[in-house]
Each structure stands twice: as C-alpha cells, then as structure tokens.
C-alpha cells in the first residue's frame, strides 16, 4: 500500500469554525490531490499540487484552501466552515501530467453543525 | 448530465455469477480508471487503461475508445467482491472526472 495518511480521521465541527485536514506521503509523488465524495455525486476534486508551494483549483474549490510546504504535507482548510462541507474527505498521490495511478489515503469523515 | 456514466447504479448477485459493470463517457479520454472503494471506504486502483483489455485475477476490464465505453467484469463473483466500484477518466493533465459508483453486493 502506498505511505498516505490522513489526519484527523473523523471530526465533529461547528458552523463558522476553521478546520485543517491534513494528508502525509512517504513515496514522495510530486502530485497530490483532496477530494471531497458526497451521496449521489462522484469524488470531486477540491484543490491539487505539483510540487511544493505549486497549487492549482478544482472543480469546487470554494471555501477551500490549501498549502505545500514540504514534499510529502498536504494541508486542506476550511476557513469557516458550513453545514455544506459536511463530506468525506479523500486525499489522493500520483497520477501527474502523464496520467498513472493515483493512491488513495483512508479518508477523512467531517461533520459541519 | 455527467461526463461519465455509471450503469447500473446497484447491482446485487448470487455468488459464482458473472458480473458486468458498465462506464459511458462523453469526452475524448487519455485514460480510464476503474476504481473499488471498501464497505470500510478505503478506494483502491484497479486497472488503468487506454486501449484493449486487461485481466488480474478474476477481474477483466475491456474499453472501446470508438464509442466511449468500458465495461469492467467480475468472473465466479464472490461475497467479498462486494463494494462500490467507481469509472474515472482522464482528459488531458492531471485531473480525474469521476462517476458515482456502481454499489455490488454479491450474496452467498
């Protein structure tokens, strides 16, 4: 299995508060991506990186934001977060502007009050 | 309406049956995805595909670039083959688009 890890596994939040997910590799993929998976749509890409401090948008990046500052960090923030980011949260390495696998992380459940 | 097309949505099998799934998508592809994603939730890379067929173990997935399709099939399914398995493609760059799952349960 590839090295992600995602931290925190599950979170229980209030409306309005800012939350960090954050997303750890050990194979050192130049790509990394967040999803968000939610009832009656497919995953969702958020926000992706190639490479330290290269960040690029998803498809629905906002209320999101995110950092690189190491090769094998990637941090996902709500600023304030709401009842609509209520999801299950994927973080994903590899694939890359010439296609390939991407590798999953175990996902993270956050719940918005 | 979705660039990519899951059917059917839910399928439920006897164990030993032969199992197809199926992906439609709308786009010029670089490359398909087929994806199986755990009760537990973890997802997992299946196959990768541009062209023709491929086999591992008891999964086969075929695509036919001419008309936008690809099936993934499942031979002698069994109880533990049951999951939600998930068609992405790849247009061009790095980005997935995503169909919402195919839900299989496989009973004994």
């Known amino acids: 299995d590839a090295g992600i890890t995602q931290s925190p596994r599950h979170k229980v939040t209030e409306t309005g508060t800012p939350v960090t997910l954050r997303c750890h590799q050990t194979?050192?993929?130049?790509?990394m991506y967040w999803y968000r998976q939610d009832p009656g749509h497919g995953l969702r890409l958020i926000h992706y990186?190639?490479?330290?401090?290269?960040?690029d948008k998803g498809e629905v990046s906002d209320g999101y934001s995110v950092s690189r500052s190491k090769t094998e960090d990637f941090l996902l923030t709500l600023e304030s977060a709401t009842s609509s980011q209520t999801s299950v949260y994927f973080c994903?390495?590899?694939?890359?502007?010439?296609?390939?696998?991407?590798?999953f992380g175990p996902g993270t459940r956050l719940t918005v009050l | 309406k979705n660039e990519v097309e899951q059917s059917p949505q839910n399928l439920t099998a006897q164990e030993g049956e032969f199992i197809t799934i199926n992906c439609s998508y709308s786009?010029?592809?670089?490359?398909l995805h087929w994806l199986q994603q755990h009760p537990g939730g973890g997802i997992v890379s299946l196959f990768m595909?541009?062209?023709g067929k491929k086999k591992h173990g008891r999964l086969i997935a075929t695509i036919n670039i001419q008309e936008k399709h690809s099936s993934l099939h499942i031979t002698a399914s069994h109880p533990r083959d049951s999951a939600v398995y998930i068609c992405?493609?790849?247009?061009?760059?790095?980005?997935?688009?995503f169909g919402e799952g195919t839900q299989l349960t496989v009973n004994p």
């Open positions: 786009v010029g592809i670089s490359a």
């Open positions: 990186s190639y490479g330290v401090k290269d960040t």
């Open positions: 992405a493609v790849r247009v061009s760059g790095s980005r997935l688009t």
């Open positions: 994903a390495i590899g694939g890359g502007d010439r296609g390939g696998e991407q590798f």
């Open positions: 194979e050192n993929h130049r790509y």
């Open positions: 595909l541009s062209s």
